[in-house]
């Protein structure tokens, strides 16, 4: 005969969490909908709120039975409240998955407006977070397993799951790196898809098509080739992202002329007040403003139409006075189409040099600079004149 003190001893030692387990168990019952609407905002969750309804049946069913068996056979060794902390497990990573998709979607999803409200929507970056999400989730789960089963065997370096992570902590080394800077790329606002970005200094421009965990696909501007690069890699070199601008200026790009020297220097004290490099000085200046007024007309090139051209002498050298031109460039445009990120980083430096072409025969102004020759005969003391025509540098 089944001893009453000794029942009512057993269920009353554990008595606060036997009736918290049932408390959330029966919210979870009832109110299935609850929990998992405010995390799919436009989503259908009835299947999953179904799914959600019957772990917790089964759950409290397996409880029922396991105080049941606890009380008549002192033996029993909790089959079925193990069952059950299974079936809670699994439905407690679901539930915890919903809530770490929601904030992925918050944090790398598309946000749009609907009825004046913002919503969050999938995209590939917010998948791929909840495919690292996922991971991580499984992970304890399994955990959580082997401890309600105690399994602890299957830890050890001699089970199989400790010779499978001995392996992953061999080879990590070669996988980790990857992964961990592709998180690195999704979780900073500095890299993102259809930014436009240089590597290590080098002068092609490229525009980030998509991230993976081990490797970033790039599109080569210039050449419309696609690249594959490593997520190490790429984020040990120096990027430069061209769509992340400094100032709302634009980018700061230059053109660097090479002009001939003033030829008409005297020696007549009236003339020598006339500065000729002063002159020279002031009409490439007149120059540089007749070529932004006619592109902004035009309206071709990729300019900023608000700021005018700098133009600065930066070296006087042996054969022609060097002047750089300081243009900026409009902000570039999110996109992933090369020929877009082409007229605005390759097309406008070609039309302000064909401006400047024409704008300098209108100024009198030469870029072709004479070199010249002396050689200078110790007798006679004659020197020959010669020049050769180099033209100018972008």
Same mark, same amino acid.
């Given at each position: 005969?089944?001893?009453?003190?000794?029942?009512?001893?057993? @269920?009353?030692?554990?008595?606060?969490?036997?009736?918290?387990?049932?408390? $959330?168990?029966?919210? $979870?019952?009832?109110?299935?909908?609850?929990?998992?609407?405010?995390?799919?905002?436009?989503?259908?969750? =009835?299947?999953?709120?179904?799914?959600?309804?019957?772990?917790?049946?089964?759950?409290?069913?397996?409880?029922?039975? *396991?105080?049941? +068996?606890?009380?008549?056979?002192?033996?029993?060794?909790?089959?079925?409240?193990?069952?059950?902390?299974?079936?809670?497990?699994?439905?407690?990573?679901?539930?915890?998955?919903?809530?770490?998709?929601?904030?992925?979607?918050?944090?790398?999803?598309?946000?749009?407006?609907?009825?004046?409200?913002?919503?969050? +929507?999938?995209?590939?970056?917010?998948?791929?977070?909840?495919? /690292?999400?996922?991971?991580?989730?499984?992970?304890?789960?399994?955990?959580?397993?082997?401890? @309600?089963?105690?399994?602890?065997?299957?830890?050890?370096? =001699? %089970?199989?799951?400790?010779?499978?992570?001995?392996?992953?902590?061999?080879?990590?080394?070669?996988?980790?790196?990857? @992964?961990?800077?592709?998180?690195?790329?999704?979780?900073?606002?500095?890299?993102?898809?259809? *930014? $436009?970005?240089?590597?290590?200094?080098?002068?092609?421009?490229?525009?980030?098509?998509? /991230?993976?965990?081990?490797?970033?696909?790039?599109?080569?501007?210039?050449?419309?080739?696609?690249?594959?690069?490593?997520?190490?890699?790429?984020?040990?070199?120096?990027?430069?992202?061209?769509?992340?601008?400094?100032?709302?200026?634009?980018?700061? !790009?230059?053109? $660097?002329?090479?002009?001939?020297?003033?030829?008409?220097?005297?020696? *007549?004290?009236?003339?020598?007040?006339?500065?000729?490099?002063?002159?020279?000085? !002031?009409? /490439?200046?007149?120059?540089?403003? =007749?070529?932004?007024?006619?592109?902004?007309?035009? %309206?071709?090139?990729?300019?900023?139409?608000?700021?005018?051209?700098?133009?600065?002498? =930066?070296?006087?050298?042996?054969?022609?006075?060097?002047?750089?031109?300081?243009?900026?460039?409009?902000?570039?445009?999110?996109?992933?189409?090369?020929?877009?990120?082409?007229?605005?980083?390759?097309?406008?430096?070609?039309?302000?040099?064909?401006?400047?072409?024409?704008?300098?025969?209108?100024?009198?102004?030469?870029?072709?600079?004479?070199?010249?020759?002396?050689?200078?005969?110790?007798?006679? %003391?004659?020197?020959?004149?010669? !020049?050769?025509?180099?033209?100018?540098? /972008?």
């Amino acid at each position: 005969m089944i001893d009453l003190h000794t029942v009512i001893e057993q @269920i009353q030692t554990p008595v606060f969490g036997h009736v918290a387990a049932f408390v $959330v168990n029966l919210l $979870v019952l009832f109110f299935a909908n609850g929990l998992l609407r405010p995390f799919n905002h436009g989503k259908d969750v =009835t299947l999953q709120a179904r799914a959600l309804r019957f772990g917790a049946f089964l759950f409290l069913l397996s409880h029922v039975f *396991d105080l049941v +068996l606890v009380s008549a056979f002192p033996a029993y060794e909790n089959v079925f409240i193990r069952f059950g902390l299974t079936i809670a497990t699994f439905f407690g990573c679901l539930l915890l998955f919903n809530i770490t998709s929601f904030f992925s979607r918050q944090k790398f999803g598309t946000q749009r407006e609907v009825d004046g409200k913002p919503i969050y +929507l999938d995209n590939y970056n917010s998948r791929l977070m909840d495919l /690292v999400a996922a991971i991580v989730i499984i992970l304890i789960a399994l955990y959580c397993l082997i401890v @309600i089963w105690e399994l602890e065997g299957l830890l050890q370096t =001699t %089970g199989f799951l400790g010779i499978f992570f001995a392996f992953l902590a061999l080879t990590n080394s070669i996988w980790a790196p990857d @992964i961990y800077f592709g998180l690195v790329i999704l979780n900073s606002n500095m890299l993102e898809d259809g *930014d $436009v970005i240089k590597i290590g200094g080098l002068s092609d421009e490229l525009i980030i098509s998509r /991230v993976s965990f081990i490797y970033t696909i790039l599109l080569d501007v210039r050449n419309n080739h696609r690249i594959i690069v490593r997520n190490s890699q790429l984020i040990n070199s120096r990027v430069d992202n061209l769509s992340k601008r400094a100032s709302t200026d634009g980018l700061r !790009h230059s053109l $660097v002329f090479n002009i001939s020297y003033p030829s008409d220097f005297s020696t *007549d004290s009236e003339k020598r007040e006339a500065n000729p490099f002063s002159e020279l000085n !002031h009409r /490439v200046l007149q120059m540089a403003a =007749t070529m932004h007024e006619r592109l902004v007309e035009e %309206g071709d090139a990729k300019i900023n139409k608000n700021i005018p051209f700098e133009v600065v002498l =930066t070296n006087s050298g042996d054969y022609a006075l060097e002047y750089t031109l300081f243009y900026y460039v409009e902000a570039l445009p999110n996109t992933k189409v090369t020929k877009t990120v082409r007229q605005y980083l390759l097309q406008t430096p070609s039309l302000i040099q064909q401006a400047a072409n024409r704008a300098a025969s209108e100024y009198n102004i030469q870029f072709a600079t004479p070199l010249l020759i002396s050689n200078v005969d110790e007798n006679v %003391g004659e020197s020959i004149h010669g !020049h050769a025509q180099s033209g100018s540098s /972008v």
